[in-house]
């Protein structure tokens, strides 16, 4: 028989790991939900046009890394690679935007997919939570958003992180930079790509990872050097909130990052201990993006953190995350009486709250202690039918490993007490 194997650049989120991302994704979106941001989830997938327009032709997620298709009744659609296309798309769709109250905050979780060459910290279905402010032009707003991020992180306990800065100008002042740029690069000696990617998207050449480029960029133009006196005042304000929020960042003037839809403020998160794949998430303001998708004019600013990457940052610290044991209560029936009898008892004990399981499959006592223990439950229930005749069971303190008899019909009430 063929056995299968995940797909390549995937991989399983399975027990006991898993309860790591969920843990990640929680503590992401607990800052947001506490600064009014609702919970919005899209469809996996969506016209690909929406994605190209959005994300941009010339990005490397459009041109090369999208699972694009077409359905048998002939609709061009993509696995969404990245949220705020959709997210956007979807609050326009439901006309959010008009019950004037802007901004309209909303966070995510869920999968994206790149086709991209794997390694680690970078594969094909990866797991992202995000937020979005859309419709106000603030920056305090921006600073929010870096501000809720690194409070995330911090929650969890990291700290080997940065978060480097800038600002991409607007409409006004990115249009002389972009020229002044194209005028530089194209005096480099460039292959053909990036010689076309300078015609298209030069600001995203300065991203080059590559040592032959980067050498010859020393002296290219500087965006700061251009930008306009709003987006300077703007930038400044930022910078002078997050500050005030005691958030240390890093200015750094080359960051343009992958997606063209980026205005005014960009920033992203790197994390010290990943090597190569080290942007743990990143964001920034979109005021142009909402016209691209056929919307009104909309400014806008969000981030989307990279769940699988935080993992890995949390294993490269070494953090191991307080996870409550998912089992409270084992109980281990003798005998079938036994079997009926703390059955209920489980039962009841998950009424009230207390998590509890129970030893399946007819276990003998040796078996079923093993599984106790690997539950990590706190308390077994034990009984037989000498105690069932007495009207007790026997509760084992798996921490102390004391045993003592309790009365059937107080056991729930005993152990929620000693639960406290
Ligand atoms: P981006 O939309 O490219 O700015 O990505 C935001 C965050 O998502 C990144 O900082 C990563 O943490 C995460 N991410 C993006 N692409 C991948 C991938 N292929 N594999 C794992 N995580 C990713």
Redesign the pocket.
Known sequence: MTTFQAPK?TYDLIPPDSAKYLAVREAIAAPLRNSGYGYIETPGFENVELFARGVGESTD?VTK?MYAFETKGGDRLALR????ASVLRAALEANLHKSGNLPVKLWYSGS?Y?Y?R?QK????H???V?AEAIGAEDPALDAELIILADQAYRSLGLSDFRILLNSLGDKECRPVYRDALQGFLRGLDLDEDTRRRVDINPLRVLDDKRDSVQKQLVGAPLLRDYLCDGCKAYHEEVRELLTAAGVVFEDDEKLV???DYYTRTTF??VHDGLGS?S?????GRYDGLSEMIGGPALPSVG????????VLALEAEGIELELPASTSVFAVPLGEEARRVLFGVVTRLRKAGVAADFSYGGKGLKGAMKSANRSGARYTVVAGERDLADGVVQLKDMESGEQAPVALDAVVEEIRAKLG
């Open positions: 650049g997620i890394e690679p990245e949220g705020t994206y790149r991209e794997p910290g970078r594969y094909r990866f797991s992202q995000g990052r992958g997606l992203e998160f794949q942007a743990v998430g990143g964001g981030w989307a953190l990279g769940v699988d990457r935080t």
